[in-house]
């Protein structure tokens, strides 16, 4: 899911983000592909800023959201756990929330800019 790029809903744990819309995106990869490599792939990221940031997320929550397998004849793999969609749902409801909230006042700041592709 591409988000919004106007307001970027972020849950933070302390310093830490513990979930936003790159982790979001992170969860969905891992989902997709069945790997954080794979998942880093798509994403055009290293592996380890991917592993550095399932880390993260499992840490910041009570229960981890993506469980890992090592390698192996079947070479591994990671999971999104029901825990991690279920904190992935409920993240991409508050993004709608926010972005909908917002909409009309944005829409009439919007109106006030000027163009700049002039």
């Known amino acids: 899911m591409n988000y919004s790029k106007t307001i970027r809903v972020r849950v933070m744990q ?12 992170l969860l969905q990869a891992i989902e997709r592909t069945g790997s954080i490599s794979g998942a880093a792939r798509e994403m ?10 399932v880390e993260e997320m499992n840490r910041c929550f009570s229960s981890a959201l ?6 192996g004849a079947r070479g591994g793999g990671a999971v999104v ?7 992935l749902a409920r993240y991409q409801r508050m993004q709608k929330k926010a ?6 006042d944005l829409g009439y700041l919007r109106s006030l800019m000027s163009d700049q592709s002039e």
């Open 14 to 25: 302390g310093d830490t983000i513990a979930f936003g819309p790159g982790k979001a995106d």
């Open 44 to 53: 055009e990221m290293s592996y380890r800023r991917a592993w550095l940031l």
């Open 66 to 71: 993506v469980t890992t397998a090592t390698g």
């Open 81 to 87: 756990t029901d825990f991690g969609r279920d904190i």
């Open 99 to 104: 972005d909908a909230s917002i909409a009309a």
